[in-house]
Each structure stands twice: as C-alpha cells, then as structure tokens.
C-alpha cells in the first residue's frame, strides 16, 4: 500500500509515533499504521470484519490530533473500509 501511494505523489508515513494531548498537556503517543500527507490516519486490520471496537480508537486518534480524516481498512475474511471525519472545530 505504501508503494502505490508514494506512486501516486503522497508522502506517506508508516507506524508513525502520534503525540496525544490532554488539554495542553502531552499524556502519551499512539502508534497510527499510516499517516498520508499529514492529513489522513490510515489503520489496517485484519479480521473477521470491523466492529465498533475497530471504530473507537480511530476515532479516538483523530479527537487527540490535527488530522481530521480517518480511514479503517480490513483486509480480513470479510474485507471492508469505513471512513471517519472528526473536524477541527470541535477542537480544542
């Protein structure tokens, strides 16, 4: 995946470290599987099918961060994608 997407002129970022703040306070890191752009969290499993507890931690990714698009791929038994758009003015 990173391949295609560098052919494609995105400069992509895999198992990138993500500061998570709490309020002005740095509380920890995530490890995102893909960053594109600065602009896109990409997350990949592989499992039966996604559930709200594959869901939940995007989510959750995008709230702490800048980054305001999320993409859940599943190459699993039964594949899938869902996308998840937190905007920034519900930021703090």
């Known amino acids: ?6 052919k494609d002129g995105f400069k992509c970022i ?3 470290l993500v500061d998570v703040y709490y309020d002005a306070d740095k509380i920890g890191y995530y490890l ?6 600065e602009k896109s969290i990409i997350e990949i499993k592989a499992a039966e099918g996604l559930s709200d ?3 939940t931690p995007l989510t959750n990714y995008l709230k702490a961060t800048k980054i ?3 993409l859940l791929l599943n190459f699993g038994k039964k594949p899938g ?6 905007s920034t003015e519900f930021k703090s």
């Open 14 to 16: 895999p198992q990138c």
């Open 53 to 55: 507890a594959h869901e």
């Open 32 to 37: 995102a599987d893909i960053i594109v752009d």
């Open 68 to 70: 305001e698009v999320g």
């Open 1 to 6: 995946m990173l391949i295609e997407l560098a």
């Open 81 to 86: 994608f869902k996308r998840r758009v937190f």
